[in-house]
C-alpha cells in the first residue's frame, strides 16, 4: 500500500483532515460537525496521511502542553487502512516532532479500543481517565521520548 504522511497546508487539505477526524471520532456518536475541533488548533503540528489518489486515510496531532510535555489528540485511521503499520508511522512522525522540540515525554487518552495500540508502540498506562459522551471510557497513557 503506498500512502504519504503529510502536514496539511491548504484550505481544502483543512477541510478534508477535519471531516476525516470528525467522521471517525465524532458521528458515531452523533456529535454535530465542528466537535472534532478545540481550541489548540492553531498552536499543534497536525498530519495526515493520504493514498496514492490524495485520499485522506488518517489524521493526528500533537501540541506541546507544559514544560517538557506534549501531548497527542485526535488520532485516527480509515478502518480499511488499519493493521498495515500506517497508525505506527503517523505516531512516530508525531514523537519525532516531539522529540526534534526537545521535549521529554508524550501523553495521550486512549479510547479502550487503541490502547493495545499504545503499549506496542511503547507507551504506559497511567491511570483510568475520561468518559467522553457518557460512556466511552478513556485512558491516560504516557511515553518517555527523552534519549
Known sequence: MN???KTPKSKDDFESYYYLRWKILRKPYGEKVGSEKDSKELDSYHIMACSFDNTVIGVGRIHKDCNKKAQIRYMAV???FRRIKLGKLMLKELENYAFNMSLESIYLNSRESAIEFYIK???KIIEKSHLLFGNLQHWLMEKNIKK
Do not use: S
Request: charged share 35%; net charge negative.
Open 3 to 5: 500512502f504519504l504522511i
Open 78 to 80: 480509515k478502518e480499511e
Open 121 to 123: 508502540n511503547g507507551y
